[in-house]
Each structure stands twice: as structure tokens, then as C-alpha cells.
């Protein structure tokens, strides 16, 4: 887990770091576990569609609204 509060940067950084796996940067909304409200965030995606979070602990449950961006400098 990287930085709390700082997960566009947190996930921008690890895109690029991981993109010869597959990992593209994402920006949209995600619903965190414990609260009924969705929340501005970033989050990696990988190529089958799954979201990794480097900023918030992977956890199920968690839903993520968003866009992916291909190119890491966004």
C-alpha cells in the first residue's frame, strides 16, 4: 500500500512502474468498504479488467467506476 490520500500519483507511478504486465492508469469513482458514498480515485487495470488498487488494500466488495487511460502520461 502506497501513500493514503495521494492515489492519483500513488497509481500513476505504479502504471508506469508495472506496464509491461498490462497495467493501464484509471480514473473514475470507487466505493471503499464501510461507506455507502463513492469517492473521486485513481486505480490500475489490469488487461482482463480488474482493478488493482496501490493506494487502498485489495479487498472484495470494493466497486470502481471509471476510465482507463493507455498512455502513462495521461
Not at 2 to 14: D, I
Not at 35 to 59: E, I, M, N, Q, Y
Request: hydrophobic share 35%.
Amino acid at each position: 500500500m502506497m501513500q493514503a490520500r495521494h492515489c492519483y500519483s500513488n497509481t500513476a507511478r505504479y502504471a508506469y512502474e508495472h506496464r509491461h504486465v498490462g497495467l493501464v492508469y484509471a480514473e473514475g469513482y470507487a466505493l471503499p468498504d464501510g461507506v455507502d458514498f463513492s469517492l473521486a480515485h485513481a486505480w490500475c487495470v489490469r488487461p482482463d479488467g480488474t482493478a488493482v488498487d496501490p493506494t487502498w488494500a485489495d479487498k472484495p466488495g470494493r466497486a470502481y467506476i471509471g476510465v482507463a487511460f493507455r498512455d502513462p502520461q495521461r
